[in-house]
């Protein structure tokens, strides 16, 4: 088992900076998710710590060893990828074998390879794998994955979900220090995208190994994840627990990327009236609480950005008891009936925003109605703080 630090990490093909000064520490058996938009630069950091990509400046650990100039085959960790990359022509038990067949090695180069691996990078494993280690170590695979009545099919015999199996599976039998993903269930169906994601967890913490885990799916990150890191343009944006995130995003980005649907985001102006603090919209306003007050006072006159998320804007009739409740009154656009919930899609002036509503809602296209602005959550950047990155959330 390992910790992998990221060291001021720059990766650039040319002019183009793929990973900006990454500085990332990952601790021992941490299920850790990189997660962003395609092209944010997440796959790229990932590929720099398996030695597919060499960095251009900074350094990369796994444990207490720098592993820059190391092989990738030498640096004791195991990639699944988006495509399972399996033989065609051979089964799925001589998939997962594979790698271990190719670890040969006479007991003299062995011994030589194990003690500068254990003086230097701390690969203990350097062994050559005999036929019963290799029947073993498949076999417990196989029953970790459900696969064991699959180990003599070819690939193409496979469905998606059990050839994606039978990929973790081979990982799995070189039993590395770290694990690496990289958007492994992005093939997959919506059903079984749900199921695998619950395995991948299970199995985190049944091999109690380092995981490091590329998707573009914030529900993934959400769900899987002990720590999350959100990264856009190469520069990591965020590195916190998936509730931290949600609850207090460090920029506009973040706030935008995390939740789903998307947090709603107002142009507006902060400003004081007979003692009360306001949030002037344009055509609609909302007062911000009286305890809230001095925290917001370094803003007033200011233009800002005030973000609210669709599960905290209500139907007044099934809005919870004691929340601090502005009224806005809106025309509903769209209505997406999801059986537990509804999605209004609404408009007020030239804003339009997204509810996250009781099922037992009734309106329709067209009708103008009323919603309700919780203001015990609610966000406020200030764009003047950051002119480079996103605005900073206040």
Not at 56 to 74: E, L, R, S, W, Y
Not at 199 to 220: C, G, N
Not at 254 to 277: C, T
Not at 376 to 384: A, E, G, L, T, V
Request: proline share 5%; glycine share 6%.
């Amino acid at each position: 088992m390992a910790s992998v630090t990221y060291d001021h990490v720059w990766k650039r093909f040319g002019d183009v900076v793929a990973v900006q000064d990454l500085t990332l520490a990952i601790e021992d058996k941490e299920f850790l998710v990189l997660v962003g938009p395609s092209g944010c630069g997440k796959t790229t950091a990932l590929r720099c710590l398996a030695g597919l990509e060499e960095i251009t400046d900074g350094k990369v650990m796994i444990g207490d060893q720098v592993v820059n100039d190391v092989a990738p085959k030498d640096r004791d960790i195991a990639m699944v990828f988006q495509s399972y990359a399996l033989y065609p022509h051979m089964s799925v038990y001589d998939n997962m074998a594979f790698g271990l067949k190719l670890r040969k090695f006479d007991k003299a180069d062995i011994d030589r390879r194990v003690k500068e691996a254990a003086k230097t990078l701390g690969i203990e494993k350097l062994r050559k794998f005999d036929k019963a280690d290799i029947d073993r170590r498949v076999k417990e695979a196989a029953k970790t994955l459900g696969i064991e009545n699959l180990l003599k099919r070819k690939p193409k015999e496979l469905s998606g979900g059990q050839r994606q199996r039978v990929a973790v599976g081979r990982a799995i039998v070189r039993e590395p220090k770290v694990f690496l993903f990289d958007e492994p269930l992005s093939n997959l169906d919506a059903k079984l995208r749900v199921q695998t994601r619950a395995e991948l967890s299970k199995l985190h913490k049944r091999l109690e190994t380092t995981f490091i885990y590329v998707t573009h799916d914030q529900t993934e990150a959400m769900t899987m994840a002990s720590r999350i890191a959100v990264m856009n343009k190469g520069k990591l944006q965020q590195l916190d627990t998936p509730q931290v995130l949600y609850d207090h995003p460090a920029n506009l980005f973040v706030a935008g990327f995390i939740g789903s649907p998307a947090m709603n985001f107002f142009n507006g102006k902060v400003y004081m009236e007979e003692g009360k603090m306001f949030v002037d919209m344009g055509s609609f306003r909302v007062r911000i609480p009286d305890h809230d007050i001095a925290r917001y006072e370094s803003v007033i006159g200011k233009d800002i950005i005030f973000g609210i998320r669709p599960e905290d804007i209500h139907n007044p009739e099934y809005a919870a008891p004691g929340i601090i409740a502005e009224p806005v009154d809106v025309t509903v656009d769209v209505t997406e009936l999801m059986g537990n919930e509804i999605f209004l899609y609404l408009v007020n002036g030239t804003h339009s925003f997204i509810a996250r509503v009781d099922p037992r809602t009734q309106v329709h296209y067209g009708e103008k109605t009323q919603v309700v602005f919780n203001m015990d959550n609610f966000h406020i950047f200030d764009p003047s703080l950051d002119a480079e990155n996103p605005p900073v959330v206040l």
